[in-house]
């Protein structure tokens, strides 16, 4: 009974991991992109996030039955409870540590590399990895790629049709007053130190200014429009992440009759957003303003891509990550727009390098630990 609970808990120190470093993901070209603030963007990624995982009940039943690790190890490992409390606090932990750095990973990656490690604590070599490789790492591997391509274009094919329709980029000239603190040298070698205020005029900066689109498209402002099409397309991406990440943490549950698949998805979708609404602010950051500099319609873009593929792989059950998928479709759009921060993206990459690893070693010492 005490193992039970001690797995209850690790998932939902899991769920809230993934919460804190996923949930502003599928929001944060809202906050990049200057069109909404850090809490309503936030606000609004909780509540699809948390739609999504109520979702995932009818529509996430290949991914539940991947992740209970069935088919990677032998059924009595993957049915016991210290296989998957092993598991879950590896990945939690891996996840954490990476939220508190301000490093967007994939929970994905980080329960991948977790079963593996407990797995090959438990039986070697045994582990099958076949499955591996062809459930787990090539959809992984190939998802960012992916994205990065599809994003590129769909920004391109969205770029041209605004063009074609007459929808033109206007500038805000901002005019303000900025004091300076200048010395003013005396007769006896002396300074004073003395304000001056100066006017100050900024025509397109992006951190004075705020792109916006003119004309109208079907009868609407087409600021208004795009915008009303942005939220709707990050909301799409916070329910489709809802949808693809709450069976992979579910099936960590679901190994007794005392998890019903209903509580455990609720459970677990309650932990997700409590992370995303107290600990998600340094991810934030890293996605909304470093990867790209983007403006509204590159935003709009990166998300539709983000949501069709990852709703598309939930429902073939494919674990693809979010996060792998909505950096890419950003960093797409970037390329394009020749805004891309290739530094940050390096970055970004050889911390998913390391989530595997670290990951597979914390979950193979804890599976260590508890048998000893």
Known sequence: MALLIALFVATLFLAYSNGANDNFKGVATLF?????????????????????????????????????????????????????????????LTVMIATLTGFPISTTHGLTGALVGAGFVAIGTEVNFTILGKSFFLPLLLSPIIAIFIGAFAYGIFRYLRVRLGIEKEWCVCVGETQNIIPIPLPDSTNILQCITTTDIAINTTDKCTQRYTGTFWGIKSQQFIDTCHFVSAGIVSFARGLNDTPKIVALLLITPSFSIEWAMLAVGIGMAAGGLLNARKVAEIMSKKITAMNHGQGFSANIVTGILV???????????????????????????????VRVF???????????????????????????
């Open 32 to 92: 990049g992109s200057q069109t909404t603030n850090y809490k309503v963007a936030i606000g609004w990624a909780t509540i699809t996030t948390f739609a999504g995982s109520v979702f995932s009940i009818i529509l996430a039943e290949t991914l539940i039955k991947n992740f209970s690790g069935k088919g990677l190890v032998p059924d009595a490992i993957a049915n016991g409870s210290d296989f998957h409390l092993a598991v879950a606090m590896g990945a939690g």
């Open 311 to 341: 709703i598309a792989a939930s429902k073939y059950g494919l674990p693809v990550s979010t996060t792998h998928v909505s950096v890419g479709s950003i960093f797409g759009g970037g390329l394009v727009s020749k805004k891309s921060n």
């Open 346 to 372: 390096y970055q970004i990459l050889l911390s998913w390098i390391l989530t595997l690893p670290i990951a597979a070693i914390l979950s193979g010492t804890i599976y260590w630990v508890l048998h000893q």
